[in-house]
């Protein structure tokens, strides 16, 4: 049966010039560039400040993923991620925008590694995002959770070797390095991890859609390519 009746991402369009200025004073609409929400972090500044996030970036990544990390309606996606953070859009908006299914942690849970492995396996779960201390922590269980068709890490640096040894656990999943400032929207890169590599640091990958990259010198100019 057909639960979920309402419009999917793919039947909007971020272009849509109606979503960008209001009807009329008496009542007006949400327009693309207002708040979505306001996340403190500190950011690459280490001051805490609140980050404002736009209607429009925020779907261009939502949109992201579902086009570059293959999330899709009968995904069974792992919340482990508090709503202070923002990656927790990644385990709770993205799949209900798309109808996919959420499975919930209880408090305290997401920290625990063999409690977060039983629920993989229970619960028939086939996305997950996690730092990497917890993805060690999981490989360290030396479990097989098959079930898993995309893993994203990041937030910390990742080895090269806690990817190879991830490979053991998840068998049957892409296994993604993802990288981003809160300011950026969630993650504004990623790199699929393909086994070969051997330096000790993954890469951060290439931007998202919608998404450059700039690399500056001390005085914040661009610097020659190469």
């Known amino acids: 049966e057909e639960v979920n009746s309402g419009l999917f991402a793919d039947q909007f369009s971020l272009w849509d010039q109606q979503f960008y200025s209001a009807s009329n004073a008496q009542s007006p609409m949400q327009i693309a560039t207002d708040a979505a929400y306001v996340i403190y972090t500190s950011g690459s500044t280490g001051v805490p400040k609140g980050v404002e996030i736009g209607h429009l970036s925020l779907c261009n990544y939502l949109d992201s993923v579902a086009r570059q990390f293959e999330m899709a309606r009968d995904d069974r996606v792992l919340q482990v ?11 709770i908006l993205a799949p209900l925008t798309l109808g996919a299914s959420v499975v919930l942690t209880v408090p305290g849970q997401e920290l625990d590694a063999v409690s977060i492995a039983e629920l993989v396996e229970t619960e028939d779960v086939s996305f997950v995002q996690m730092v990497p201390s917890m993805l060690s922590l999981l490989v360290d269980q030396n479990r097989q959770l098959a079930g898993v068709r995309r893993l994203l890490c990041g937030g910390e640096a990742s080895s090269t070797a806690l990817f190879h040894a991830a490979r053991s656990t998840f068998s049957n999943a892409k296994l993604t390095n993802v990288y981003g400032p809160t300011e950026a929207t969630v993650w504004a890169s990623a790199y699929e ?4 590599e051997t330096d000790g640091t993954v890469s951060i990958g290439t931007p998202l859609q919608n998404i450059s990259f700039y690399v500056l010198d001390q005085t914040q100019r661009a610097v020659a390519t190469g």
């Open 81 to 91: 991620t508090s709503l202070s953070f923002d990656i927790a859009v990644t385990e």
């Open 193 to 196: 991890f393909s086994g070969e």
